[in-house]
């Protein structure tokens, strides 16, 4: 959801990295040494989930560290399997120096098995002065300040294409009723009315925590999230039934199941936005948007735009969030220039360099919304700074990493499976509740 360029800021960041000031809001200085160049000659190594465009643009900020620092930096995309590609290269003695972990669960194991760092002075002050309490808890492991929330996520957007909507004569729905009864006149129109990317489990984790957050209420969701309150409950039940509602409706789905299926990510948004459209919306985060421009050349507003994930029985509409934390391993060898990218990355001036390139929320309070390139952006931006600590973190992110964040196993498997056949909630949630039980206890 984020876009084009703020001349503004373009020339105030250039002007940051040219003084190592801390300009365009504070921040506090980076102890990298403030543009003279105090790093040269070190490198420092990344770890994270991201390709392609996300990758590319989380480049342009680590390109704007090394102008500011004279410190070399390499990035390695993991895939989803972040842990486990981790784990393996601090065994072999080839640990990067800082990982963008994209899940609270992954933090806690990280920290669990003493590989963390606790972040600096510097970046400790970062984090009181710039973000919402909230961001620091999910940072936290038994109360030391280890990870940094640098990118967010806004997962509680439906986007859709604004010319499809209009030749079916629908607005934008209010209620998860009425957003299935727009999906069947969109259906009924000549496009399937969503594109889902059930190839990629993590998606339809998405779908059910938002679906539970408004059907079951914030108590239960973190009691769910903390495994607390077993996945047999009735409101897990009850969550499933209604999502097995759109799961099992072939004229809803793009492709119906199996197509579902065979679909990812970056696939579910070509099949709305792309040059040959097959349905009429796509539910995911705010990234969307990013896909959408990039990719499909589409201008965030006028050819994509998105509605609140609607109210589902009642309940209030959901507010779910993600995010990517830097964390810095004791393992790397260049825990120092690692220490001073974290310092930078907790400044507005590098969630600056994203937001100009798009594709990004930051949730750090001090960023100018006018960084972001779109009224879109800047709105979903400006929620959910403004939610602060009335966020809810995507529960899945929250739970270890073998329920809720590895391929092919635990929550997201289960979900795919679901997915394929939604005919017996009942037996899906004891499914989830054996895997969760079994990870929890690991």
């Not at 620092?69 to 390695?76: D, E, I, R």
Request: proline letters at 4%.
């Amino acid at each position: 959801m984020m876009r084009r360029r703020s001349t503004l800021l373009t020339g105030c960041t250039a002007l940051v990295l040219a003084l190592g000031a801390t300009a365009c809001g504070g921040g506090g200085p980076v102890s990298a040494g403030g543009g003279d160049k105090a790093l040269s000659g070190q490198s420092v190594t990344v770890a994270g989930v991201w390709s392609g465009t996300e990758q590319a643009n989380f480049q342009k900020v680590l390109d704007a560290f090394t102008e500011k620092t004279g410190a070399k930096t390499s990035f390695v995309s993991t895939g989803d399997n972040v842990s486990t590609v981790v784990g393996s290269k601090i065994e072999g003695g080839n640990a990067p120096d800082v990982v963008m972990v994209p899940q609270v669960g992954v933090l806690q194991q990280f920290a669990a098995k003493g590989w963390l760092k606790p972040l600096s002075k510097t970046a400790r002050q970062s984090v009181d002065s710039n973000f919402a309490n909230v961001w620091k808890s999910y940072g936290s492991v038994d109360g030391t300040l280890y990870g940094l929330y640098f990118k967010a996520a806004h997962k509680s957007t439906v986007w859709y294409s604004p010319d499809a909507l209009a030749q079916a004569g629908v607005e934008p729905p209010k209620t998860y009723d009425e957003m299935l009864k727009a999906g069947q006149t969109v259906s009924d129109s000549g496009l399937a009315a969503f594109s889902v990317a059930g190839q990629d489990g993590w998606t339809l984790t998405d779908w059910f925590e938002n679906v539970y957050l408004s059907q079951a209420g914030p108590e239960k969701y973190d009691a769910l999230a903390a495994h607390e309150l077993k996945w047999t409950d009735a409101s897990v039940v009850g969550a499933l039934t209604t999502l097995g509602k759109l799961f099992k409706d072939k004229q809803l789905i793009q492709g119906g199941q199996k197509g579902a299926l065979n679909t990812d990510f970056p696939g579910s948004v070509e099949k709305v936005f792309g040059p040959k459209p097959e349905a009429g919306m796509v539910y995911e985060g705010d990234f969307v948007a990013g896909v959408a421009k990039d990719q499909f050349g589409k201008e965030i507003g006028k050819d994509a735009d998105f509605f609140p994930f609607p109210a589902v029985a009642g309940g209030e509409a959901p507010v779910v969030s993600g995010g990517d934390a830097a964390v810095v391993l004791k393992d790397g060898k260049n825990s120092k220039a690692g220490t001073a990218l974290l310092e930078y990355l907790a400044t507005p001036e590098a969630a600056a360099v994203w937001a100009e390139a798009g594709g990004f929320l930051s949730p750090n309070k001090k960023l100018d919304l006018a960084s972001y390139g779109d009224d879109v952006s800047r709105a979903t931006a400006k929620s959910l700074v403004d939610a602060g600590d009335s966020v809810r973190f995507d529960m899945s992110d929250q739970a270890p990493a073998a329920f809720g964040g590895t391929k092919g196993t635990g929550e997201w498997k289960i979900l795919q499976d679901f997915l394929r056949d939604p005919s017996d909630p009942k037996a899906t949630a004891a499914q989830l509740e054996a895997a969760a039980a079994k990870a929890y206890k690991g």
